[in-house]
């Protein structure tokens, strides 16, 4: 056997070693990704998509949140499969030449998502701001999916960490809003005021989450402290 086969089968064996048969036992097929032990074309789809695509177990919960508007969750998606129609995605279809895909904001580099979303240098002082603003201290990730990943698990209590998801969002699609306002509407980049405006629109859809929500963008804007005792208060009830 070739070294990689003698691999396999000490694997094997020991995997074996954990099991005992029972001569009381009847023999049966067994489909273990199914609740019932039946196999279904469903199963086993999604068990080739965990197997294929792990990362996007974690952060498929924070792009489909039915809080946050079905736009801005297929704006995610297609941004973590790399699809926006960013420059460098129309670059490669030719669709506009190489002195047209420049970012919009610095004019130095290639607009891709990641350089968009996260890279600008604008962008990423906005993303720290928003580190700074909860206590976090920490760096940002090198692109668009591994930051969805990474980026709830940085708050742990369960609306805080709903509004601090949500949170990714709003500023991700605010860069995004901006960006197209400088392109189609002749606007400027307005990075001073967006801090602000992100959390007033953080605020409105934590109150489509939770009609008693009281912080209003004003409060959260000294600090995260408003979705902190809201989240206190609903786990003491």
């Not at 904001?105 to 906005?126: A, D, G, M, P």
């Not at 189609?184 to 605020?203: K, V, W």
Request: charged share 20%; with cysteine; aromatic share 14%.
């Amino acid at each position: 056997m070739f070294l990689f086969e003698t691999e396999q089968v000490v694997y094997l064996l020991s995997s074996l070693e954990s099991f005992r048969l029972k001569a009381t036992t009847s023999d049966k097929k067994v489909w273990s990704s199914s609740t019932d032990e039946g196999y279904t074309v469903k199963t086993c789809f999604l068990l080739i998509d965990r197997i294929m695509n792990p990362r996007l177990r974690t952060f498929k919960a924070s792009i489909w949140q039915k809080e946050v508007p079905p736009k801005v969750q297929s704006f995610l998606w297609l941004a973590v499969q790399n699809r926006l129609c960013t420059k460098d995605f129309l670059l490669c279809r030719n669709i506009i030449p190489v002195d047209q895909a420049f970012c919009i904001f610095c004019e130095n580099e290639i607009e891709t998502s990641n350089h968009l979303l996260l890279h600008y240098r604008q962008v990423w002082k906005l993303w720290m701001k928003f580190l700074d603003w909860w206590g976090i201290s920490g760096c940002l990730l090198c692109c668009v999916d591994d930051l969805l990943h990474q980026w709830p698990n940085l708050v742990f209590k369960k609306f805080q960490r709903k509004a601090w998801s949500m949170l990714s969002c709003c500023v991700s699609w605010s860069i995004w809003l901006m960006r197209n306002k400088v392109i189609f509407n002749d606007g400027a980049a307005t990075f001073e005021d967006s801090f602000s405006l992100i959390l007033y629109c953080l605020s409105n859809w934590l109150k489509s989450t939770d009609k008693f929500f009281m912080a209003i963008g004003n409060t959260l804007i000294m600090g995260p402290e408003g979705i902190i005792d809201w989240s206190n208060t609903k786990s003491r009830l």
